[in-house]
């Protein structure tokens, strides 16, 4: 079986290693932001899996291909990008990772299999929590463990990606939000996301990197 992966984060890489290590698969990895096509029809994958990807994918290439997306919300709640922020800005601390076949909308195909995850703590353990569910997840479509689902529209949100701008902190938020808030919003934007920020009176910005809730 052939498998075809594209992604650039360091979590989604990091899956894709695993797998290739763990399974007797042909894989081609692609570290990239852009799709080859011609190269993907090279290859005629099984499955092409596009995790921690964050542009549009042609429908002729879902329809052709079985693309997989991993995302990490309980479809169809929290479509959209910035998943993981937009949930824990609102105090979620449970959530789920989603695995689904890629159709022509956003983030709307059947769903193949799901398994919870946990917001707490920083974003390095949410990634290594990510990455450990996304191999065991992964592991069970290639041996055809999973049965499709299709989304419930009526259940549907849907989020925009988080701005940069909107990593700063407010003097608002500061005299109005409590520190649980505080604190999630520092941790959600630590590396490799726009960090959190303060801004002084002469318009620089102190970046704030890390914190602990004490």
Known sequence: MKIYCVGYRNWALNIYKILKKNTSHKFKVKNKKKISIKEINKFNPSYILFYGWS??????????????????????????????QNQIIRNIKI?????????????????????????????KDIFERLTKIGVNLTLKIFKKQYKLKVQNEKLVTVYKRRLPSESELTIKEIKNKNSNYLYNKI?????????????TKEGKKIKIKYAELL
């Open 55 to 84: 542009d549009k994918v042609p429908y002729f290439l879902t329809k052709k291909y079985f693309c997989i997306m991993l995302h990490p919300s309980p479809l169809p709640k929290f479509r959209g990008g910035s998943p993981i």
């Open 187 to 199: 941790r959600m934007l630590e590396d490799p996301y726009p960090n959190a920020y303060i801004k």
């Open 95 to 123: 959530t789920k990772v989603t695995l689904f076949k890629m159709n022509h909308k956003m983030d709307a195909g059947p769903i193949l299999l799901t398994q919870s995850l946990s917001l707490e703590g920083h974003i």
